[in-house]
Every structure is written in structure tokens, then in C-alpha cells.
């Protein structure tokens, strides 16, 4: 084998080593923003399950849940509401969102929500004498 053959194939993978160093610190920071992100607006997701198990419905709107589950909606753009989907930014490289899906339809082992991303959270207690469980990623 040519010494320019063996300069160039260690050449290359030098290059995918570091390309995949690269992608593996992206996927880590992805997984800690999103759970940093999932962290920080716990207390939404905690008041939305708190209210269903209260009045028996899902908020039509975060301000619904003033003052009594919560302080005030958070003020910033980051979170986006519609009944039955709580949608949270995480202003990543990826740009992509945390997304909690509430439902009525809650049986012995479902909390009636569910999450994507981000580490598990447990239900309010209230939600756990139902016969919740905690969500699923």
C-alpha cells in the first residue's frame, strides 16, 4: 500500500471520528435542553393535571388555571396552549418542542397524558389516587 493511501484512509477517519464526536455532543445537548426545558415548566403540566382532577375538564386556556394553580402564565413565548396539547419550546439546535398531550380518557394504568422527549414526571398526587402512573416517553 502507497504511503499517500494509508495517509488518506487515516486522514478520513480522523474525520468521522470527529464528526461523530460532534453528532454525539449535539444529541447531548439536545437531551439536556430538553430536559432542563421539561424541568422548568413542570408546574404547568402538574396545574393542568391538578385542575382536570378538580373540576373533571382540561382548562381551555393557561389563564384558567390563575390564581388558584398557578401564580400567572409564564410571560414568555416559549409555551403555547390549546386544550388538550401543551406545546413548550426548547430553543435548541434542532428548534423542536416538548409536547404534553391531555385526554379524559383516563383508565386504571394512564394518568390521561402523555409526553414525548424529556425525562418521566410524576403525577400530583391527586392525579395518583385516581390509579395514574406516571407519563411515557
Known amino acids: 500500500m502507497k504511503m499517500s493511501n494509508v495517509f488518506s484512509l ?3 477517519v480522523v474525520v468521522l471520528l470527529i464528526l461523530a464526536g460532534g ?7 439536545t437531551v439536556q435542553t430538553h430536559n432542563a426545558t421539561a ?7 402538574r396545574a393542568i393535571c391538578e385542575y382536570r382532577a378538580e373540576t373533571g375538564m382540561l382548562p381551555y386556556q393557561l ?7 398557578i401564580e400567572a402564565v409564564p410571560p414568555d413565548h416559549s409555551v403555547d396552549y390549546s386544550p388538550a396539547r401543551l ?6 439546535v434542532l428548534n423542536d418542542d416538548i409536547a404534553y398531550d391531555f385526554d379524559m380518557e383516563t383508565s386504571r394504568n ?10 418521566a414526571v410524576q403525577p400530583p398526587a391527586n ?7 406516571t407519563i411515557s416517553d
Open 39 to 45: 424541568a422548568k415548566y413542570e408546574y404547568l403540566v
Open 23 to 29: 453528532f454525539a455532543a449535539l444529541i447531548a445537548y
Open 63 to 69: 389563564d384558567d388555571l390563575v390564581p388558584e394553580y
Open 127 to 133: 392525579e395518583k389516587a385516581r390509579g395514574g402512573s
Open 10 to 12: 487515516s486522514a478520513a
Open 110 to 119: 394512564d394518568t390521561g397524558w402523555t409526553h414525548r422527549y424529556s425525562r
Open 87 to 92: 406545546s413548550i419550546k426548547t430553543y435548541n
